[in-house]
């Protein structure tokens, strides 16, 4: 692997990656400042059409939030993800013969991990969604598994990456487990065999639910919900997602958020606008602001339009329903 700052410890994978995130947490400046940007981060909770909304007004978070993918910005910077120009302080797991774990020096859950490619290619879903599941499996429901489209949060879209957290930690996945138990009835259950695919109802956020056993079966299930996805709303250079997945035993549980939008039409530092730019974990339910004035201005109608105009829009998530339940 071209990478000489690999590290082991004892134990199960999320076990080292424990082991990990205390030793660089201990070490690295960096990554200790952008803990305590996070442990001082403010906080708001609304509640936004039965789910839970967090606004977390965290300064570290700038580089991403604000970072310029354009192609020609992108050309013109070095890949911070490519091994050779990682932080010299950063310690990395091997995963498989090709992925390193990396410690997120800014950091929007303690801990937060990256899991970076040892090779420079592009952000894309297809070749990915194996990998992302036999990650899944082995953080074994230590932690949660996501991945940012190439316009969909990411910040590094030329260097393929996935990103763990802990599992539970967001509230949409705590929902959703308390969805699978309870059965409120948000989700919309399309088809149980032989992975079991659902889809929020209104007004929740459009999202997709799978659920299996059967690696091979989900692969072939995610790869028509992209599919679907693309000719509903087709994009540049994929359908555009943020994606989920964690294990619990012998159950992988997927979900999808459909996007429509890189950045909500009010993205920017002009008046009126806001840095706020979301990925993932802001559709997973906490949505992030690195500067405080924009933090100040988002109310709970504020900071749901932002979610609604960067989600697929109601009338095309229902024709993905229908394409999904076809
Ligand atoms: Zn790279």
């Known amino acids: 692997m071209n990478f000489d700052r690999l590290v082991t410890f004892p134990g199960s994978l999320p076990q080292q990656m424990d082991a990990l995130w205390a030793r660089q947490a201990a070490e690295w400046p ?12 403010r906080v708001n909770s609304f509640n936004l059409n039965g789910a839970t909304l967090m606004v977390q007004c965290n300064a570290a978070r700038i580089v991403s939030t604000g970072a310029k993918i354009d192609a020609a910005s992108i050309a013109a910077r070095p890949c911070f993800l490519c091994p050779a120009n990682l932080p010299v302080e950063q310690l990395g797991l091997a995963y498989g013969d090709r992925w390193l774990i990396l410690s997120n020096p800014a950091p929007i859950f303690d801990p937060h991990f990256t899991i970076s490619s040892t090779r420079h290619e592009p952000q894309r879903i297809m070749p990915l969604t194996g990998t992302i599941l036999d990650l899944a499996r082995d953080l074994a429901g230590a932690y949660t ?111 999808v958020f459909p996007r429509f939008a890189h950045r909500p039409a009010c ?30 201005r988002l109310t709970p109608e504020v900071a749901g339009g932002i979610l609604e105009e960067v989600l697929l829009p109601q009338d095309r998530f229902t024709q993905l329903r229908e394409a999904l339940a076809g």
């Open 145 to 255: 598994v996501f991945y940012n489209g190439p316009k969909c949060g990411a910040s590094a879209p030329d260097h393929v990456h996935m990103q763990a957290i802990k599992a539970g930690v967001l509230p949409f996945e705590r929902e959703l487990l308390g969805e699978l138990y309870a059965r409120e009835g948000w989700i919309e259950w399309l088809r149980d065999h032989p992975v079991r695919v659902g889809v929020t109802r209104a007004p929740r956020r459009p999202a997709i639910i799978l659920a299996g056993r059967d690696r091979d079966e989900l692969v072939t299930a995610l790869t028509a919900v992209v599919e679907r996805l693309g000719e509903v709303h087709p994009a540049d250079p994929e359908p555009m997602l943020n994606l989920f997945a964690v294990y619990s035993p012998e159950v992988w549980l997927v979900y």
């Open 30 to 41: 960096r990554l200790a400042n952008g803990l305590a940007s996070l442990h001082n981060a």
């Open 267 to 296: 993205y920017g530092t002009g008046p009126g606008q806001f840095v706020v730019s979301p990925g993932s974990i802001d559709l997973g339910g906490v949505l992030i602001a690195p500067r405080p004035e924009d933090f100040e």
